[in-house]
């Protein structure tokens, strides 16, 4: 399995980004992707996640501001920021677990740096 993730970059506060991860090899559309972040000196935390069937969870710091979504027929799974803080800069890095095997797989991360 492999996640490429694009759109990252430098935005203002009160600013939106909108991520995207491609994953390619052995997906499952019906398991879960989702999105984590890590910031400097804390730890990899979830900002979104998404199954199958569109079922989503948010990460309490973000809920209310981002929108995951997903497409299928493309293995692909969006973030939608919205009112960004400078408490949001944060190398963001796609997730997916194969539900047969529990392997979990990592995307090589996208940096997301909020301005104030």
């Known amino acids: 399995v492999q996640l490429q993730a694009s759109g990252g970059g430098l935005v203002q506060a009160g600013g939106s980004l909108g991520l995207s991860c491609a994953a390619s090899g052995r997906i499952f559309s019906d398991n879960a992707l989702g999105w984590y972040r890590e910031a400097p000196e804390k730890q990899r935390e979830l900002v979104a996640s998404?199954?199958?069937?569109?079922?989503?969870i948010y990460g309490d710091s973000v809920r209310g501001r981002v929108t995951i979504s997903r497409d299928n027929a493309k293995n692909t799974v969006y973030l939608q920021m919205d009112n960004l803080k400078p408490e949001d800069t944060a190398v963001y890095y796609c997730?997916?677990?194969?539900?047969?095997?529990?392997?979990?797989?990592w995307g090589q991360g996208t940096q997301v740096t909020v301005s104030s």
């Open positions: 997730h997916y677990v194969d539900s047969e095997t529990w392997d979990d797989y």
């Open positions: 998404i199954t199958g069937d569109a079922r989503t």
